[in-house]
Structure formats: structure tokens, C-alpha cells
């Protein structure tokens, strides 16, 4: 019995291991990275401490405007703050909001949606305008918007930039709705005497969430430009704070002479958005085959 | 391309006919699939001009490969190897993709089941037919192609094809749609037709128009390769049948002895599990086929069937009473009432305690807007129905009124894989059939096991995805879902129309076995004529949403009161050799 377990075991796990590695080898490289990087970056906004030692906020005034050496890998910038440290814990920041003003938006946009997908015509029709309205402006417009209604601060402007991403969830989740409201298996699930409710909870919500996870890493990534974008227009976080945009807007002051102080905060951006992005659509990829 | 050479008129083909395929030893397989293992192996085929070959076989058997690969569309890495594979008296073996262009459309036209999706949408279905003449037929002028394109189309029997020439595929109906890709596989008049399933998708009375068309082409010496997974529908047409089975020929031979005295136990099977008048009441899946004992006549053979059992309870107290049904859709914006579109008129039947009631009808009778008016689903515009003695529509009555009697009636699809839930294992899709039981959990799994082993399955299926079951399985977990409340009617809707024949035989004996011991009454829709003798004590004959004919299954078959029953009846295809033998 024992012999067999033994023998068994490292066979199993042999197996099991191939297996994985059969899965990961069918991963694109692309995706791999963009998640390594991301999962770089949730460190950043667990632990920033133990990636760099220095004091995002501590300015020594004797080492500004150095450029990018030994000691500061990214540079340092007019007041003598260390870039990497400030690049680093800025993705707190960054991906906070950005996370934060996806949650807003995908809420939102699922209330609405489902509403709109359930409801009567009437209902639907209103939704439906109402997408039209917010998507009629331009996204940064809108959060500008917004924006000068509640005031600046960190968690106005989530409010801000989820408000623009509402037409996108809102429109997916709700055709969504009206796909599965009419699918048989619904049709179905009457016709066995569920009630209004249990069809609801058992088939309708959890096959209109199939859709989320794609459309929500996307816009992660979209919605932390618009973040970044509204920070630089000193509608975000306030200096001195170490958020990216706001690095940014303050980078540009000294970009004739320093290229530092604006170009890692700027890379960090394009490469989250990049990474989001990557792992967003080849996630629509795999979800579409493995759900139609 | 000249060297082609077009069907010869039937005057000239008085001599030997023609060979226009002579094959042996076919083999096709794919490098990427199954390990490069043959899909089809050892076909050995031969057509004459003016003949009918049909390859018989269900899906995935490899019928459709072997027929594409006569025309050099086997697929871009087909490993196509024979011992001998001469195409119009050439070997094809070193066909280039030019040689084959020549072939296609030129020598062999091909007809495939979908019309709808083979013919281009975006062009006229003239210029369709026209194209194949302006490939094949040189140095006509565009009036003598226009009129060549007018004859070929009269040839099948378009009526009025100047004015059809000018319209699009969807602006035609199903048969005349199919008769228009006849017309465009043999406008060049090829000297081989290939038809794939060329009638799956239509109703009877239309198969039997598709099927004459093919007849009037093989009187005119074109040899006809006819693909279908139908016994019943090559019996009357083809002179040689080929019976394929997982990639290789079982039975082949003269269509008669085939039939009569099918040597492979798969055909011998295929042919004792067909259904009709003769099988009611006896199971389909067990019954064998056997010589007759004093074998004075040679060879000539009897279905042995087991009986099913009998009966718990029959024709009892009425279950459905259904009074006067109809249904309009209003078209446009017009309130005028003669300006509805009328789905179904006045449609009026009972169901009894136990009994199986049959509602046949071709596409677009309205069968379908009867089963979702008695399943409280679509409300009715005129009418009423009564469902175990209590009001089940109408004013007042809404889906909270019928909630208490909703576990008492229930559905089989004909598709049950988008009547699952995807995302739901069988466990959970077992869970919503006894949702209205209100069981603890552990009940719950033992009710789900004990139902999985009264279709014939096992607790092995608890945590399968439907995605992953196949046709027949999925047939009965829907049944399995359906019997869990005990209830009083279920509603079957074309259950068994997607099955393979084999498949479909062991769903009705289930369905049939499950009926007697539990005495449920039963609504069977079906297009299929022979299904419906099996199965149904009475039948209900619909045609454009108003009842023709109703009656009891065997006085209705036998002598039809209604011209339309008639026609229908004479449209279906029948086994002739085994009906006679039977």
C-alpha cells in the first residue's frame, strides 16, 4: 500500500507539473511579461519600503537635479527627491485610483445595465440615453467636469474618471443582459418554476458576470491614464504628493534640462497601461472561446 | 480544359455507361488530427453515368470527407492515398489545383445542405447560376448565358425564373433556394452531381420536390454521388448503396439488397432501429434483424423487437385542455386587423391522463407557438388553455398563479446544450429540476443520482459540463431534469430531430419506458412522420397555423381524411424493402 503511494507520488506530481508547464508554454510571452510586471508592481504597492530605501518625500536639496547614477538608479529631481522612490511608491496612488475608478464605473454601469436589460422598454430606452449623454462628451471632459463639482482630492477624482467609464460597462453589461434574459437555458429555468428571484441569482447575474473581468482590465488601464492626465492638470492629488501625473506636471518644469524627473514617472504609465491591456484582451480572447 | 468532357445526352448513352469515378482503397487523414490516422479507410467507389450511389452514415462517419475528396476539397493538409483514384477516366493522384478547378463545376457540381449560407449573399441568385456557365461554357454572349441561366433554373423546377434570377437567397423560400443551388451545381451540365445532405433541412413535401429534381437529372445521364444520413431518403432514388461507419464502408451493394440483406450488424442494426407504425410499442434500440427461418424466399429477412411495458395508466381524466388557440402579429404599424400575420388559428385539442398526443407539421405550421402557449410562455390571442382543471392563461392568471401546477408540466428541447446553463455541471442542472421539491442538500444528490440511473446513466455524470456530453447524453439529462418534479405532461419539442438514428432510437425507448412506468402524458411535437407513429396514440396534424387533421395515430396514417395529410404522407420518404418485409 505504502510502496504504491510512493511510487505513485512522484509520477502524479511529474504529471501534474508537465501540465502546468504545457499550460504556461501556451501563454504568449507578451502576457507573461505584462503580468510579471504587474505583479512587480503590486509588490511596489505592498511593500515599497523593501524595494527601494529612499523617502519619496525627503528632498536634499545638496544632490538636486542629479542624473541617473548608482546611488539614484532614476536620477533625482529639483528639490532632491529620489525618482525611483517616488516612481515606486507612486503606484499606490496610480493603481489605487485607477482600480478604485474601475470599481465605480463597473458598479455603476451593472446597476444601470442590468436595469436597462431587465427592464421594460421604457426603462431600457432611458438607460440607454443616458449612456448616450456621458459618452457624448469627451471622457476628460467629463471627469473635468465632475471634478469641479465635488472638488480635488484623491478620492473625487476615482469618483471623477469612473463616472466617464460608465457608457462602456453599462452598454456591454446590458446587451449582455439582453442576451442571457432571452437564452433558453433562462426560458428554461421559468419553465421549471424557479422564481423571478432564483433565476436571477442562479443564471441571469452570474452569466452577464462572465463578461466583466475583460472589459474591467482594459479599462484599468484606460482609467489610469485619465488619472494620470487629471493629476497633471493639478485636478488629482495635490504635490507633494508621489503620484505619476502629478511627477509629470511637476518634470515638466525642468525638462529643457532634465529628462529624468518626467521620463521614468511617464514609462511607468505607458507600461501599466500596456501590461493591463495585454493581459485584458487575451483574456476576451480565451474567455470567447471557452464560453461560446 | 477542353479535355473535360460534359454530360452526354441520354440518346448517345446507349451504349456501356460511362465510368465517371472508379476509386479503390481511399484513404484521407489529417497530419494534425488523431495522429495522422486515416479518418477514411478502404472506401472503394464507383459511379456510372446515370446512376444514383448513395452514401449512407452518421455523423462523423466520414461520408462528407470522402465526397470532397472526389472534387479535390478534402481540406489543404488531407493526406489523400488509393490504390486507384481516376476521376473521369484520369488518375487524380497528380491533379494540380488547376486541374481540379477544371473538375469542379466543369465534371462535378456540388450541392450542399445549407443554401442559405452557400449562396453569396450579395449577389442575385442569377448571377450565382451564371457564374458557373461564364467558368465552364466558353464564347456565349451575355443573352445566351441570361437565357441559359433561365433554362437551367426552369430545369429544376423554379417557376417564373425570370423574375426569381433577379432576387436574392433570402428572398426565397427554403426549397426554392435549394432548387437554385441545384441549378447553379449543374448549370455547366456536369457529368457528376455531388449532393451532400442536399435535403436535410427541409420539410417533406419539399424533400420530395429536391429529390424529383435529382431523379429528372439522372434520367438525363448525369450520375448522382447523394450523401445523407437518412436510409429512408436514399431508398427511393439511389441504385447503389454505400453504409460508412467510422471511417469505413460496412455494407455496399445494389440498394435493394442492402436493404433486404444487409450483411454488417450495423446496418442490420441501423435498419431494425428505424421507427414507425410497425414499431409501436416496442423498444427500438434492442431490436434485431433476422432471416426469416423457412428461407425459401433467399435471404429475405423480419424485425425482432422487445415489447416495452405496459402501461401504469392511459386515457384517464384530460390533463391540457386547449380551446380555440390563436396567435397574430401585427405587421407594421397597420392596427387593421386583416394585416396580421397569423402564427396559429383556432387550434383546439385535449391531452388525457397518460397519453401521448402528436403534433406534426412542416416548418412555420405553428407547432412551436402551440408548445410555448401551453407552456405559459407566449400569450395567446385568442383562446384558452387548462392545464389539470384550472385556468392556465388569460386575465388574471401570471406566472405566480401558476407557480404551484409549474412543476406538474414540463419541457424536453430539441437543443438541451442551449437550454443548459454553460456555466452549470449536471449536478446543478439536476438541482433545478427539483428546485420546486424544496429538498435538504443530501436529498437533493440522492434524487440527482437516482434520476441519472433511471435514464441510463451513472453518478460518474454529476460534475460533467454539458459542453462536454454528447448529443444523446445531453438527451437525457434533459429528460432526467424533465422527470424529476413526477409531472403530469411534458412538453417534448423536436426531441429527437438532432440525434443520429442509432442515438434516436435508444432516446425514444427511454422516453417511451419512462412514460409507461411513471404515466405521464405526453406532448410530442415532431416534423418526422415515422417518429411521430411510433410514439404518439393520437396526432394532431397542423399546416399553417390551423389543425387539419386530428385522430388517432393509426386511423390518421392509414386513411387520411385531409388532402395536406395525404400529400404528407405520400412526401415521406419510406423503407420500402423493410416496410414489406416487416
Same mark, same amino acid.
Given at each position: 500500500?505504502?510502496?504504491?503511494?510512493?511510487?505513485?507520488?512522484?509520477?502524479?506530481t511529474?504529471?501534474?507539473a508537465?501540465?502546468?508547464?504545457?499550460? !504556461?508554454? /501556451?501563454?504568449? &510571452?507578451p502576457?507573461?511579461? @505584462?503580468?510579471? *510586471?504587474?505583479? #512587480?508592481? =503590486? +509588490?511596489?504597492?505592498?511593500l515599497?519600503?523593501?524595494?527601494t530605501?529612499?523617502d519619496?518625500?525627503?528632498s536634499?536639496?545638496?544632490?538636486?537635479?542629479?542624473?541617473?547614477?548608482?546611488?539614484?538608479?532614476?536620477?533625482?529631481?529639483?528639490?532632491?527627491?529620489?525618482?525611483?522612490?517616488?516612481?515606486?511608491?507612486?503606484?499606490?496612488?496610480?493603481l489605487?485610483?485607477?482600480?478604485?475608478?474601475?470599481?465605480?464605473?463597473?458598479l455603476?454601469?451593472?446597476?444601470?445595465?442590468?436595469?436597462?436589460? !431587465?427592464? /421594460?422598454?421604457? &426603462?431600457?430606452?432611458?438607460? @440607454?440615453?443616458? *449612456?448616450?449623454v #456621458?459618452? =457624448? +462628451?469627451?471622457?476628460?471632459?467629463l471627469?473635468?467636469?465632475?471634478?469641479?463639482?465635488?472638488?480635488?482630492?484623491?478620492?473625487?477624482?476615482?469618483?471623477?474618471?469612473?463616472?466617464?467609464g460608465?457608457p462602456?460597462?453599462g452598454?456591454?453589461?446590458?446587451a449582455?443582459?439582453l442576451?442571457?434574459?432571452?437564452a433558453?437555458?433562462?426560458?428554461?429555468?421559468?419553465?421549471?418554476?424557479?422564481?423571478?428571484r432564483?433565476?436571477?441569482?442562479?443564471?441571469?447575474l452570474?452569466?452577464v458576470?462572465?463578461a466583466?473581468?475583460?472589459i474591467a482590465?482594459?479599462d484599468?488601464? @484606460?482609467?489610469?491614464?485619465?488619472?494620470?492626465?487629471?493629476?497633471?492638470?493639478?485636478?488629482?492629488?495635490?504635490?507633494?504628493?508621489?503620484?505619476?501625473?502629478?511627477?509629470?506636471?511637476?518634470?515638466?518644469?525642468?525638462?529643457?534640462?532634465a529628462w529624468?524627473p518626467?521620463?521614468?514617472?511617464?514609462?511607468?504609465?505607458?507600461?501599466?497601461?500596456?501590461?493591463?491591456?495585454?493581459?485584458?484582451?487575451?483574456?476576451?480572447?480565451?474567455?470567447?472561446?471557452?464560453?461560446? | 480544359?477542353?479535355?473535360?468532357?460534359?454530360?452526354?445526352?441520354?440518346?448517345?448513352?446507349?451504349?456501356?455507361?460511362?465510368?465517371?469515378?472508379?476509386?479503390a482503397g481511399l484513404?484521407?487523414?489529417?497530419?494534425?488530427v488523431?495522429?495522422?490516422?486515416?479518418?477514411?479507410?478502404?472506401v472503394?467507389l464507383?459511379?456510372r453515368a446515370?446512376?444514383?450511389?448513395?452514401?449512407v452514415?452518421?455523423?462523423?462517419s466520414?461520408?462528407?470527407?470522402?465526397?470532397?475528396?472526389?472534387?479535390?476539397?478534402?481540406?489543404?493538409?488531407?493526406?489523400?492515398d488509393?490504390a486507384?483514384?481516376?476521376?473521369?477516366?484520369?488518375?487524380?493522384?497528380?491533379?494540380?489545383?488547376?486541374?481540379?478547378?477544371a473538375?469542379?463545376?466543369?465534371?462535378?457540381?456540388?450541392v450542399?445542405?445549407d443554401?442559405?449560407?452557400?449562396?453569396?449573399?450579395?449577389?442575385?441568385?442569377?448571377?450565382?447560376?451564371?457564374?458557373?456557365?461564364?467558368?465552364?461554357?466558353?464564347?456565349?454572349?451575355?443573352?445566351?448565358?441570361?437565357?441559359?441561366?433561365?433554362?437551367?433554373?426552369?430545369?429544376?423546377g423554379?417557376?417564373?425564373?425570370?423574375?426569381?434570377?433577379?432576387?436574392?437567397?433570402?428572398?426565397?423560400?427554403g426549397?426554392?433556394?435549394?432548387?437554385?443551388?441545384?441549378?447553379?451545381?449543374i448549370?455547366a451540365?456536369p457529368?457528376?452531381v455531388?449532393?451532400?445532405?442536399?435535403?436535410?433541412a427541409?420539410d417533406?413535401?419539399?424533400?420530395?420536390?429536391?429529390?424529383?429534381?435529382?431523379?429528372?437529372?439522372?434520367?438525363?445521364?448525369v450520375?448522382?454521388?447523394?450523401i445523407?444520413?437518412?436510409l429512408?431518403?436514399?431508398?427511393?432514388?439511389?441504385?447503389?448503396?454505400?453504409v460508412?461507419?467510422?471511417?469505413?464502408?460496412?455494407?455496399?451493394?445494389?440498394?435493394?439488397?442492402?436493404?433486404?440483406?444487409?450483411?454488417?450488424?450495423y446496418?442490420?442494426?441501423l435498419?431494425?432501429?428505424?421507427p414507425?407504425?410497425?414499431s409501436?410499442g416496442?423498444?427500438?434500440?434492442?431490436?434485431?434483424?433476422?432471416?426469416?427461418?423457412?428461407a425459401?424466399?433467399?435471404?429475405?429477412?423480419?424485425?425482432?423487437?422487445?415489447?416495452?411495458?405496459v402501461?401504469?395508466?392511459?386515457?384517464?381524466?384530460?390533463?391540457?385542455?386547449?380551446?380555440?388557440?390563436?396567435?397574430?402579429?401585427?405587421?407594421?404599424?397597420?392596427?387593421?386587423?386583416?394585416?396580421?400575420?397569423?402564427?396559429?388559428?383556432?387550434?383546439?385539442?385535449?391531452?388525457?391522463?397518460g397519453?401521448?398526443?402528436?403534433?406534426v407539421?412542416?416548418s412555420?405550421?405553428?407547432?412551436s407557438t402551440?408548445?410555448?402557449i401551453?407552456?405559459?410562455l407566449l400569450?395567446?390571442?385568442?383562446?384558452?388553455?387548462?392545464?389539470?382543471?384550472?385556468?392556465?392563461?388569460?386575465a388574471?392568471?401570471?406566472?405566480?398563479?401558476?407557480?404551484?401546477?409549474?412543476?406538474?408540466?414540463?419541457?424536453?428541447?430539441?437543443?438541451?446544450?442551449?437550454?443548459?446553463?454553460?456555466?452549470?455541471?449536471?449536478?446543478?442542472?439536476?438541482?433545478d429540476?427539483?428546485?420546486?421539491?424544496?429538498?435538504a442538500?443530501p436529498?437533493?444528490l440522492?434524487?440527482?443520482?437516482?434520476?441519472?440511473?433511471?435514464?441510463?446513466?451513472?453518478?460518474?455524470?454529476?460534475d460533467r459540463?454539458?459542453?462536454?456530453?454528447s448529443?444523446?447524453?445531453?438527451q437525457?439529462?434533459?429528460?432526467a431534469?424533465?422527470?424529476?418534479?413526477?409531472?403530469?405532461?411534458?412538453?417534448?419539442?423536436?426531441?429527437?430531430?438532432?440525434?443520429?438514428?442509432?442515438?434516436q432510437?435508444?432516446?425514444?425507448?427511454?422516453?417511451?419506458?419512462?412514460?409507461?412506468q411513471?404515466?405521464?402524458?405526453?406532448?410530442?411535437?415532431?416534423?418526422?412522420?415515422?417518429?411521430?407513429?411510433?410514439?404518439?396514440?393520437r396526432?394532431?396534424?397542423?399546416?399553417?397555423?390551423?389543425a387539419?387533421?386530428?385522430?388517432?395515430?393509426?386511423?390518421?396514417?392509414?386513411s387520411?381524411q385531409?388532402?395536406?395529410?395525404?400529400m404528407?404522407?405520400r412526401?415521406?420518404?419510406?423503407?420500402?424493402?423493410t416496410?414489406?418485409?416487416?
Amino acid at each position: 500500500m505504502s510502496d504504491i503511494s510512493v511510487s505513485a507520488a512522484p509520477a502524479l506530481t511529474g504529471r501534474l507539473a508537465d501540465a502546468a508547464r504545457r499550460r !504556461l508554454a /501556451r501563454v504568449p &510571452v507578451p502576457v507573461l511579461l @505584462s503580468s510579471a *510586471f504587474l505583479a #512587480l508592481l =503590486a +509588490f511596489a504597492v505592498a511593500l515599497p519600503h523593501a524595494v527601494t530605501p529612499y523617502d519619496p518625500l525627503l528632498s536634499e536639496v545638496a544632490h538636486a537635479m542629479q542624473p541617473p547614477d548608482a546611488t539614484h538608479w532614476f536620477g533625482t529631481d529639483r528639490i532632491g527627491r529620489d525618482v525611483l522612490a517616488r516612481v515606486v511608491y507612486g503606484a499606490r496612488y496610480s493603481l489605487l485610483i485607477g482600480l478604485a475608478s474601475m470599481l465605480v464605473s463597473l458598479l455603476i454601469g451593472l446597476v444601470i445595465g442590468l436595469t436597462a436589460g !431587465l427592464g /421594460r422598454r421604457v &426603462v431600457d430606452e432611458a438607460a @440607454s440615453r443616458v *449612456f448616450d449623454v #456621458l459618452s =457624448a +462628451f469627451p471622457p476628460v471632459l467629463l471627469s473635468l467636469f465632475v471634478v469641479s463639482f465635488l472638488g480635488q482630492g484623491i478620492i473625487n477624482i476615482a469618483v471623477a474618471v469612473g463616472i466617464a467609464g460608465i457608457p462602456k460597462f453599462g452598454r456591454v453589461l446590458r446587451a449582455q443582459t439582453l442576451v442571457v434574459r432571452r437564452a433558453d437555458y433562462v426560458t428554461h429555468a421559468v419553465i421549471f418554476g424557479l422564481s423571478r428571484r432564483a433565476v436571477f441569482w442562479r443564471h441571469v447575474l452570474p452569466n452577464v458576470l462572465a463578461a466583466v473581468p475583460v472589459i474591467a482590465t482594459i479599462d484599468v488601464g @484606460s482609467a489610469i491614464i485619465a488619472v494620470a492626465g487629471l493629476s497633471f492638470l493639478g485636478l488629482g492629488p495635490q504635490p507633494p504628493t508621489p503620484e505619476w501625473g502629478v511627477m509629470l506636471a511637476e518634470g515638466r518644469d525642468v525638462l529643457r534640462v532634465a529628462w529624468w524627473p518626467s521620463v521614468f514617472p511617464g514609462l511607468a504609465i505607458t507600461l501599466t497601461v500596456m501590461a493591463f491591456t495585454t493581459i485584458g484582451k487575451y483574456l476576451s480572447r480565451i474567455y470567447g472561446v471557452r464560453t461560446r | 480544359m477542353s479535355e473535360i468532357t460534359r454530360a452526354s445526352s441520354p440518346a448517345a448513352a446507349n451504349g456501356p455507361a460511362r465510368t465517371l469515378v472508379d476509386v479503390a482503397g481511399l484513404s484521407i487523414g489529417f497530419a494534425d488530427v488523431d495522429a495522422g490516422r486515416p479518418l477514411v479507410r478502404g472506401v472503394d467507389l464507383t459511379i456510372r453515368a446515370g446512376e444514383c450511389v448513395a452514401l449512407v452514415g452518421e455523423s462523423g462517419s466520414g461520408k462528407s470527407l470522402t465526397a470532397r475528396s472526389l472534387i479535390g476539397l478534402a481540406g489543404a493538409h488531407a493526406r489523400v492515398d488509393a490504390a486507384r483514384f481516376e476521376i473521369d477516366g484520369r488518375a487524380a493522384a497528380g491533379f494540380r489545383e488547376r486541374d481540379w478547378r477544371a473538375v469542379r463545376g466543369g465534371f462535378a457540381g456540388l450541392v450542399m445542405q445549407d443554401a442559405l449560407v452557400s449562396l453569396d449573399p450579395l449577389r442575385t441568385v442569377g448571377r450565382e447560376i451564371g457564374e458557373t456557365l461564364a467558368r465552364h461554357v466558353k464564347g456565349q454572349s451575355r443573352a445566351q448565358r441570361v437565357a441559359a441561366v433561365h433554362a437551367v433554373m426552369r430545369d429544376v423546377g423554379i417557376p417564373e425564373p425570370e423574375r426569381r434570377a433577379a432576387q436574392y437567397a433570402h428572398e426565397l423560400s427554403g426549397g426554392l433556394r435549394q432548387r437554385a443551388l441545384i441549378a447553379s451545381a449543374i448549370a455547366a451540365s456536369p457529368a457528376l452531381v455531388i449532393a451532400d445532405e442536399p435535403t436535410t433541412a427541409l420539410d417533406v413535401t419539399v424533400q420530395a420536390q429536391v429529390l424529383a429534381v435529382l431523379e429528372a437529372r439522372l434520367r438525363a445521364g448525369v450520375g448522382v454521388l447523394l450523401i445523407s444520413h437518412d436510409l429512408a431518403v436514399v431508398a427511393g432514388i439511389a441504385d447503389h448503396v454505400i453504409v460508412m461507419h467510422r471511417g469505413e464502408v460496412v455494407d455496399s451493394g445494389p440498394t435493394r439488397s442492402v436493404l433486404e440483406r444487409p450483411s454488417h450488424p450495423y446496418t442490420r442494426q441501423l435498419l431494425a432501429a428505424q421507427p414507425g407504425a410497425h414499431s409501436r410499442g416496442h423498444r427500438l434500440g434492442s431490436a434485431r434483424l433476422v432471416e426469416r427461418g423457412d428461407a425459401t424466399e433467399a435471404g429475405a429477412s423480419t424485425i425482432v423487437r422487445e415489447r416495452l411495458p405496459v402501461r401504469a395508466h392511459t386515457g384517464g381524466d384530460t390533463v391540457l385542455r386547449v380551446q380555440g388557440i390563436g396567435k397574430r402579429y401585427a405587421r407594421g404599424n397597420a392596427g387593421a386587423d386583416a394585416d396580421a400575420f397569423v402564427a396559429l388559428d383556432d387550434v383546439s385539442f385535449d391531452v388525457r391522463e397518460g397519453e401521448v398526443l402528436g403534433i406534426v407539421g412542416e416548418s412555420g405550421s405553428g407547432k412551436s407557438t402551440s408548445a410555448n402557449i401551453v407552456l405559459g410562455l407566449l400569450a395567446p390571442t385568442a383562446g384558452s388553455v387548462e392545464f389539470l382543471g384550472g385556468r392556465w392563461n388569460g386575465a388574471g392568471v401570471n406566472e405566480t398563479a401558476r407557480s404551484a401546477r409549474r412543476p406538474l408540466m414540463r419541457y424536453i428541447p430539441q437543443d438541451p446544450l442551449s437550454a443548459f446553463d454553460p456555466r452549470h455541471a449536471v449536478r446543478r442542472l439536476l438541482a433545478d429540476g427539483l428546485h420546486a421539491q424544496r429538498l435538504a442538500k443530501p436529498a437533493v444528490l440522492e434524487r440527482s443520482v437516482a434520476l441519472l440511473e433511471q435514464v441510463g446513466l451513472d453518478a460518474s455524470y454529476l460534475d460533467r459540463f454539458p459542453a462536454s456530453l454528447s448529443g444523446g447524453q445531453r438527451q437525457r439529462i434533459a429528460i432526467a431534469r424533465a422527470i424529476a418534479s413526477k409531472p403530469a405532461l411534458i412538453v417534448c419539442d423536436e426531441p429527437v430531430s438532432a440525434l443520429d438514428l442509432y442515438v434516436q432510437a435508444q432516446v425514444l425507448d427511454l422516453l417511451c419506458e419512462l412514460q409507461a412506468q411513471l404515466g405521464t402524458a405526453l406532448l410530442f411535437i415532431s416534423h418526422d412522420l415515422d417518429v411521430v407513429q411510433h410514439i404518439s396514440d393520437r396526432v394532431l396534424v397542423l399546416k399553417d397555423g390551423r389543425a387539419v387533421e386530428t385522430g388517432a395515430t393509426a386511423e390518421v396514417f392509414a386513411s387520411p381524411q385531409a388532402d395536406y395529410t395525404k400529400m404528407l404522407l405520400r412526401s415521406a420518404p419510406a423503407l420500402r424493402a423493410t416496410r414489406q418485409a416487416a
